[in-house]
C-alpha cells in the first residue's frame, strides 16, 4: 500500500503568547499551513490577527512560542526567514521622497536581485496590477493610496518569495485592482506556493481560500478546509457573527 505523502509545512505556529503590558493578545495560538494553499486568516478588529502576521516577520517580539516560515524558525533564523517571505501591511508603507522605480530597485538590492530579473519582474508585476512606467518616475508622495498599495504588492514580489503574507491587501484598491489580485492571489498559490491572508471581506475569504481559520480571545477557534466542505463558503460569514455574538438579539 502506497504510503500517503503529507503536504509541506510552511506557516507554522505552536503555543504562541503576545502581551502588551498586562493586556494578553495570543495565548497559546497555534496553526499549520501548507505549501500551495491560499489560507484566510480572520477575526474581529483588535482580536490579534495584525499582531500575529507581526511577530511571524519580526515586527514584534513575542513572548514565547515558536513560529517556523519555511522551515525557518523567526527568532533564530530571522535573515533566512525573511529571504523566503513577501509582506504587504494594511497601510502601505514606502518611502515617499523616493520615485517608486528607486523603491523598487532598493527593495531589489536587499534580496540581490540580478538585473534581468528585476527588469523582467517589474515589468511582469506592474503590467498586472496597471501600474504605468510613467507613474514609477513620480515620488512616491505624489501617489494615491490605491498607488502606493499596488507599489508594495509589486515589491512584495520582486523576488519571488515561496510565501507571501498579506495584511488587509485590498484597502485602497479600485474593484479592477482587487479582481486582478485575486486572481494573482490564487495563481501564486496553484503555483506551489503559500498565501496567508486577512481581510474583513468575508465574501472575498470564502470564494479564493482553500482555508480559513477565525482567531477568537487569543487562539484559533474555528478552522475549515473549504475544499473539502465547500458549504462552508456559503456559511462563513454567517459563522463569523456567530463566533463573535453578532446574531445574538
Sequence with gaps: MQEK???????????????????????GLSLEVYEGELFGFIGKNGIGKSTTIDCMIGAKRFNS???????YDVKYDALEAKKNFGYVASEPTCYDEMTGYDFLEFVASIYHLSEGDFKRNTNYLCQRLQLEEADL?????????????????????????????????????????????????REYADHNNTVFVTSHNIELVSKICDRVAIINDGLVCELFDLNRNPNKRLQLSKIFFDTYGGNKK
Design 137 to 185: 518616475s513620480n515620488q512616491i508622495q505624489s501617489y494615491s493610496h490605491g498607488m502606493k498599495q499596488k507599489l508594495c504588492l509589486i515589491s512584495s514580489l520582486l523576488h519571488s518569495p515561496k510565501l507571501w503574507i498579506l495584511d488587509e491587501p485590498t484597502v485602497g484598491l479600485d474593484i479592477m485592482a482587487v479582481e486582478e489580485l485575486k486572481k494573482m492571489m
Design 5 to 27: 505523502v503529507l503536504p509541506k509545512v510552511i506557516i507554522k505556529i505552536e503555543d504562541l503568547h503576545k502581551s502588551y503590558g498586562k493586556k494578553e493578545v495570543l495565548k
Design 65 to 71: 512560542g515558536s513560529i517556523h516560515l519555511c522551515d
